[in-house]
């Protein structure tokens, strides 16, 4: 793709390709197929891939915080479950 074909995107798309890239960066399937390769000649329990490979850091780290994110959200539908009736009946009053 020409620098005058990424000019003319629509700024929503070229953001989204932009966050994309920030999650998934160039060339790490092909880090990740490296370190399986490391990994069974040297142990898989003495290297992580993380630590090898940046891409596979910024892959771990994106996936970590997207766990995070799913596990507050559950403990906060959770919480309204349990205590939204509350919070309905005390408003009513």
């Not at 994309?20 to 880090?31: A, K």
């Not at 910024?58 to 507050?72: A, M, R, V, Y």
Request: charged letters at 30%; proline letters at 4%.
């Amino acid at each position: 793709m020409s620098v005058s074909e990424v000019m003319s995107l629509p700024y929503p798309e070229l953001n989204g390709w932009i966050d994309y890239f920030s999650r998934y960066p160039v060339g790490w399937r092909e880090d990740y197929r490296a370190y399986t390769i490391v990994a069974s000649f040297a142990g898989s329990d003495k290297v992580k891939p993380e630590d090898v490979f940046e891409s596979l850091k910024t892959l771990k780290k994106h996936q970590t915080k997207k766990e995070e994110e799913q596990s507050g959200q559950k403990a906060a539908i959770s919480f309204l479950e349990r205590f939204g009736g509350l919070i309905k009946k005390d408003q009513q009053l």
